[in-house]
């Protein structure tokens, strides 16, 4: 045990050092997966800015223009929604993606000197442009209702990377299992919608029987969305619910762990299988 424990920490202490020491490749690939993510098309890397803008538009026609959704409190509708879709998009979008990312590079799995380990990061930071559209497109749409600006926003960041460490353990373990069960990726599609639905990003957790929240705040992502609505809506700070936070980082640290080890148990027999 105690074997195990002092490997996961040599093995992530070296893996924060690849990411200092290959943090321009990781850029580049970055670039590169979003080039190949629109190749072909006419308007091209601009897809990566219109397609944020086109769903909160949609969500303000919707919900405002539309069905004229009441205010969740004194927070329009399409506010308090985009929020939470903003983070978990993102979320999605590194999952599902990720999943597939070592059997997509297989021309990579043999050169055992490159650290596949990394190849979850790169989606991770193609992503974040599109994350950053949406947080635009989130505080335009507070500044027309005038909503307030406060100095909570910058909480989104410390959430932001909170999402980051979960959807990266994750990410080790789905892309390092699809390499042997090519049915990963579609097992994972449907949990990441299945999530979507249990996390609560179209409803609020006070609409649900009080028998089952706290089964449903058992969720991790339930803590990253709710904390996005603190930052930009409410200007909760995010030690205000110390004991949540204890549970998610609990939590987290044992699915990045996970994640670590599967992945570093597993890389050996990568090459043998692709």
């Known amino acids: 045990m105690t074997q195990t424990v002092t490997s996961l920490l040599r093995g992530l202490v070296e893996f924060i050092l690849i990411l200092v020491r290959r943090r321009y490749l990781i850029i580049e690939m970055a ?63 590194v999952v599902g993606g990720s999943t597939g990312v070592i059997t997509s590079n297989a021309h990579l799995v043999k050169k055992v000197v ?11 930071v193609s992503a974040l442009i599109t994350h950053a559209v949406f947080l635009a497109m989130i505080i335009v749409l507070i500044l027309l209702y005038g909503l307030p600006v406060t100095l909570y926003w910058l909480q989104a960041l410390y959430y932001f990377f909170a999402m980051c460490v979960l ?13 042997f069960v090519r049915d990963t990726g579609q097992v994972v599609n449907v949990l ?50 110390w004991g949540m936070a204890l549970y998610y980082w609990c939590t987290t640290f044992l699915v990045f ?14 090459a043998d299988v692709v």
């Open 31 to 93: 670039k590169r997966d979003i080039a190949t993510n629109h190749v072909g098309s006419l308007l091209g890397f601009f897809w990566t800015f219109v397609n944020p803008v086109l769903i909160v538009l949609i969500l303000w026609f919707v919900f405002s223009v539309g069905m004229k959704v009441a205010p969740k409190g004194n927070v329009p509708f399409v506010v308090w929604l985009a929020v939470g879709m903003g983070i978990w998009n993102t979320f999605s979008e």
């Open 114 to 124: 490159f650290p596949l380990s990394i190849l979850p990061v790169v989606k991770l």
């Open 167 to 179: 959807a990266l353990g994750l990410s080790w373990i789905t892309s390092s299992i699809n390499i």
């Open 192 to 241: 990441l919608q299945f999530g979507f639905w249990v996390t609560p990003i179209f409803w609020e957790l006070g609409m649900m029987p009080v028998e089952i929240q706290d089964v449903l705040r058992l969720n991790p992502m339930f803590y990253i969305v709710q904390g996005y609505r603190d930052s930009f809506i409410y200007g909760v700070p995010f030690w205000q619910d």
């Open 257 to 270: 762990s996970l994640g670590a080890v599967i992945f570093l148990r597993l890389r050996p027999h990568f």
